[in-house]
């Protein structure tokens, strides 16, 4: 994985310095609040409902053990003993004190991390494909161009005070575990007719109060112009976007009204001019030199499978089943892609303990694993295990409580913190997600769904990516008191779609009751073979709201 | 308002004439991009020291022919968040090839000096209790950038390349 040379690591200790400077001047009153809010969102940290929120950037999702063992430390230390994995494949704290923050960013330092731009209208952390570098099909590794990304979007002089924030991620293969078409821009490696590897980019993507999936601006940009490209989106978005009305001030509102083809105009003529300078051409051999920090590790030469791996598989029912949910096919022969659930039942999705989180981190040192990975899911992924290691390794995570084989299943609910934490919030996310959650406990069950995507948020601000989910819930408030929201047919993947809203929402008490009725109402009309989203697709909305509303029509508002 | 110019106070060549209100015989005027589009000719035909202000949504583009006739160029921040003139301050100076002052005026932070400068600026509007000593400071807090800009200050990849 990348490691910082002297001047990464000079750049995140004067951030450190120049935020602790902030403070001072916030506390003695030199800075109103309203002059340290941007400052202090640019480094993640929020004023919650109950106290300060930290946001640590993990760029790409990339976490060595060493990393992970600080986080558990700041967990320890500054919060109360447990941080949030989020959706951005960020880190959350909840409670550290305004005084203390400096102190953690020399922390994170020490270990070569950041809060830089982690929230704010400017360049966010950029996200990849968390199977990256271990999954077969995929063109290339796309995390070094996140890097050189992230290098080139830290304190961007032009682009720190941008209409709204700006959301990039990169996907490598034909299966978008990114969701690319739901950023400001979305980037996709792609292979031209000379053989050339470049970039899809598109521009526009986004959830909130108005999701759009975005437009397709450039078709095949190549590798040494890719910067200037960005740049050129970034600068139309600068001077275009709207100002006004906070609720449209995000690119996917200039680009829609603009149309892809204007839109797509305006970023050629910039690009045209950026290029004629020639400043932010990337060099070939730079991004050779960043690729070889994300080289793939030695991998030994084994046989498909392992003995150790088949015999547990037998043994042991619950590992049986954690194998078909929780492993990904890996590109070597004899690895698997581990994804570790975050999403016990009967815990807040997303969350860890520091004991967890050192745990992993020994795991990783026992095993020799490099890499952890977050991934926008919310759970975590051991991306290179010899199967001949996973039975032990299973046994590991059981004993940290992190066996669930719920991967991709119904019970695997994104959720964002909701009214329990945000202030933004209308409703409260987690207990219904752990209700839904024990609902759909039984393994079996679970396993005989198939793939099924809850998504869930406590607003119209979309953290928990309700509209890309197959099934995704959104809480509203109605004269104080919480209703939550259906929507169908959302996907984040390559079929990205915006779920449609079933109709009025359902109270708390009612809300799993409908969703059981909308999935035995799945059970009951699919075809062999079928996702819920594809019987959604084919029958359409009308046999789900039926049988969802079926006794609840008169409660409903 | 105290002006800072290569990092100290200087006076102001300029006198912000507001619109409607009549020039004075002699000396700068600062005047707005509706007063310089509709008196050109004889703003020009004066041959005095000229600096136009824009709002955060004038693009200088439409002052591109005229930039030789232009001494400086005062970009507002009408709240230090709205970020419109680091662009338009960058596209002066690469595009256009500006020579001539760029000014920051308006609402903007200690905390944006360096980025202003990054992009283009060279003359900053203060506060009245703004120390020059702040300056410096601001100018220090970061030892190395990563992105290409106007100030043409090398980048960490082309230290790294030996450039």
């Known amino acids: 994985m990348y490691r910082y040379d002297e001047f990464d690591a000079k750049m995140v200790r004067e951030r450190a310095q120049q935020f602790r400077y902030q403070v001072e001047r916030r506390i003695k009153g030199e800075l109103t609040e309203d002059e340290f809010k941007p400052l202090r969102l640019k480094n993640g940290l929020y004023l919650q409902l109950h106290s300060y929120m930290l946001r640590v950037a993990v760029p790409y999702g990339t976490l060595s053990a060493r990393q992970m063992r600080q986080l558990a430390r700041i967990a320890r230390d500054y919060s109360r003993g447990y941080g949030h994995f989020t959706t951005r494949t960020n880190m959350q704290y909840h409670w550290p004190k305004l005084s203390e923050v400096p102190d953690i960013l020399e922390l994170l330092a020490d270990v070569e991390m950041h809060c830089i731009q ?54 490598a293969t034909k299966e978008d575990r990114a969701a690319v078409k739901y950023h400001d821009i979305g980037m996709e490696v792609i292979r031209n007719e000379a053989g050339e590897t470049g970039y899809r980019v ?45 609720h449209k001030a995000r690119v996917k509102i200039l680009a829609h009204q603009l149309g892809a083809d204007e839109f797509r105009r305006q970023v050629e003529v910039e690009f045209a001019e950026i290029k004629r300078h020639g400043t932010l051409h990337l060099p070939p051999e730079e991004l050779k030199r960043i690729e070889a920090y994300f080289a793939p590790p030695a991998f030994e030469d084994l046989p498909e499978t392992a003995p150790e791996f088949e015999a547990a598989v037998k043994a042991d029912a619950g590992f049986a089943a954690w194998t078909k949910s929780n492993l ?64 032990a390794v299973y046994a590991r995570l059981q004993a940290l409580d992190l066996g669930a084989a719920n991967a991709g299943l119904i019970t695997d609910i994104i959720c964002c913190p909701g009214l329990d934490y945000c202030d933004l919030a209308n409703a409260r996310s987690i207990p219904v997600a752990m209700k839904l959650q024990e609902r759909f406990a039984d393994l079996e069950r679970q396993h005989e769904l198939g793939e099924i995507k809850i998504k869930m948020s406590g607003c119209i601000n979309a953290c928990g990516h309700h509209h890309a989910g197959h099934i995704g819930i959104l809480g509203v408030d109605k004269k104080g008191v919480e209703f939550y929201q259906i929507q169908l047919g959302g996907s984040g993947a390559e079929d990205a779609s915006v779920g449609e809203i079933m109709g009025p929402g359902f109270g708390k008490d009612e809300i799993v009751d409908a969703v059981e009725r909308v999935v035995e109402t799945y059970v ?24 969802a509303y079926q006794e609840q029509m008169y409660a409903a508002y | 308002m105290p002006l ?7 006076d102001d060549r300029f006198v912000f004439i507001p619109d409607g209100q009549a020039f004075p015989d002699e000396g700068g005027v600062m005047v707005t991009l509706s007063r310089f589009q509709s008196e050109r000719d004889s703003i020009i035909a004066h041959h005095r020291p000229v600096c136009v202000r824009l709002a955060a949504n004038e693009n200088p583009d439409v002052l591109k022919d005229d930039l030789p006739n232009i001494d400086a160029i005062a970009l507002e921040f009408p709240i230090f968040r709205d970020g419109r003139a680091f662009s338009w301050a960058r596209m002066l100076r690469e595009r256009f090839a500006y020579q001539g002052e760029i000014r920051a005026v308006g609402h903007f932070l200690y905390d944006q000096l360096a980025f202003l400068m990054r992009v283009g ?23 190395y950038v990563y992105q290409p800009s106007v100030d043409r200050r090398k980048t960490v990849m082309q230290i790294r390349r030996g450039e």
């Not at chain 1, 590109?331 to 967890?356: C, H, M, N, R, V």
């Not at chain 1, 020799?368 to 759970?379: D, K, L, M, T």
């Not at chain 2, 800072?4 to 200087?10: D, H």
């Not at chain 2, 900053?124 to 410096?136: K, L, T």
């Open chain 1, 118 to 171: 982690t929230s704010g209208n400017c360049v966010r952390n950029v996200t990849a494909d968390h199977f990256a570098g271990a999954v077969a099909g995929e063109l290339e590794d796309p995390r070094p161009i996140c890097e050189i990304i992230r290098q080139w979007s830290s304190f961007h002089p032009e682009f720190n005070y941008l209409p709204r924030k700006f959301k990039i991620a990169v996907s």
């Open chain 1, 202 to 246: 598109f521009v526009g993507g986004g959830m909130g109060r108005t999701p759009y999936v975005a437009l397709e601006i450039g078709k095949f940009v190549g590798k040494e112009d890719i910067l200037a490209y960005l740049e050129a989106i970034l600068r139309v978005y600068n001077e275009y976007g709207r100002r006004d009305n906070i």
């Open chain 1, 328 to 391: 990904t096919p890996h590109k070597a022969k004899g690895y698997a892609i581990a994804t570790i659930s975050l999403k016990t039942i009967g815990q807040t999705p997303g969350d860890a303990s520091a004991e967890q989180m050192d745990g992993l981190a020994q795991i990783m040192e026992d095993f020799g694993f490099a890499e952890i990975r977050v991934s926008h899911e919310q759970n975590l992924v051991f991306p290179h295990v010899r199967k001949k290691d996973l039975p």
């Open chain 1, 524 to 547: 009951s009309l699919r075809a062999p073979g079928e996702r819920l989203l594809e019987t959604y697709r084919r029958v359409g909305m009308t046999p789900f709201k039926n049988a």
């Open chain 2, 4 to 10: 800072i110019k290569n990092g100290a106070f200087v």
């Open chain 2, 121 to 143: 600026f060279d003359a900053f509007e203060v506060r009245q209790d703004f120390r020059i000593a702040e300056f410096s400071r601001a100018m220090a807090e970061m030892t």
